[in-house]
């Protein structure tokens, strides 16, 4: 079955990078895969032509597909926009409007980059850990929230954390899952001392855990779970957390592999159908000159394949191919050290292609 995949470039550096993961897409095609693209506009580029962050043809277009990947949307020229048209409402539109609430995000350290991290090499050295982060719950979606003023007379700000018993079933399975595919850990991240929605989260996650028990489960403050990232980060296998411990614990592992140029990131619905996308955002500061470093949105490509399309085989290829680049040595500025050679965008893209293709 052919599969379709709906292709949003976004804006800035998205296109650029976008255009290197396209040149892969190619060579699979090529080679007989059958996938059938469609591109089409989201963010900062969707306001421009059709006055939509996420407009009407992009949700068909994504509706319509077996995954979609993403470059990167926002940028300064769309920052003045009312809240509703800023780029990023297309992002929290689509996810929304998909159902993606699981969002897989690996950290990895290359040995070939050991020296861009900021942490000392030994402490990194074959750091592979997976964050599970729930996305579609907790307090950035929490009703009530809002502004108000006290009986004091005094103007607040408040929101809801809150989290639904089947919220929390359907991201510990998964979590459980990913786990029983990889070393059988899982550590289980919240707030329990503290928070009435993490005792129900600690709760259902132990009892979704009964199902599992060929897999080690281990709970962690978040608190602790930030320290114990930069002391100790490969004691962690796979990690399962809500919504907003996640985007900050996710972006926190993001540095210990040194480059946010060079991590993949995937949003599930409940079918498996998936959004891709770089961790990284649209980069206007480096658009435009042929910099940005396109890894992380070819290894999305290849997080595509293993997780919608269940083929691991090909997810293995691509990494195979950027594993194989770095040690050839080619860089990016983002990756370089001092006095090393720096390609750009397509001539790292050309050197994946070059490499799969050996
Ligand atoms: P950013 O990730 O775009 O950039 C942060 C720094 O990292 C910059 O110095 C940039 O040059 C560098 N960088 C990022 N990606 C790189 C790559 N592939 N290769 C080399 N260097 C890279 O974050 P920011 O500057 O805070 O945000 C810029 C814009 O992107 C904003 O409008 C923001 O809202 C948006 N953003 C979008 C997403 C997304 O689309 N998922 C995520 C984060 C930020």
Known sequence: MTKKIAILPGDYIGLEVMAEAVKVLD??????????????????????????????????????ADAILLGAVGGPKYDELPRELRPERGLLGIRKDLGLFANFRPALAYAELAAASSLKPEIIAGLDLLILRELTGDIYFGQPRGRRTNAEGVEEGYDTMHYSRTEVERIARLGFEAARKRSKKL?????????????????????????????????????????QLIRRPRQFDVIVTGNIFGDILSDE????????????SASLDVNGKGMYEPIHGSAPDIAGQNKANPLATILSVGMMFKYSFDRGDIADRIDAAVKGVLRAGHRTGDIAQPGEKIIGTREMGDAVVAALQR
Not at 211 to 224: C, F, I, K, Q, T
């Open 253 to 264: 592992a993001s540095m210990l592999g040194g480059s946010i140029g060079m991590l993949p």
């Open 27 to 64: 060579v699979l095609r090529a080679e007989g895969e059958a996938l059938e693209y469609e591109f089409g506009l989201l963010g900062g580029a969707a306001v421009d032509a059709e006055g939509h962050p996420y407009p009407e043809s992009t949700q068909k277009l994504a509706r319509a």
């Open 187 to 227: 550590c289980s991240v919240d707030k329990e001392n503290v928070l009435e929605t993490s005792r129900l989260w600690r709760e259902v996650v132990i009892e979704v855990g009964k199902g599992y028990p060929d897999v080690e489960l281990s709970h962690m403050y978040v608190d602790n779970a930030a320290m």
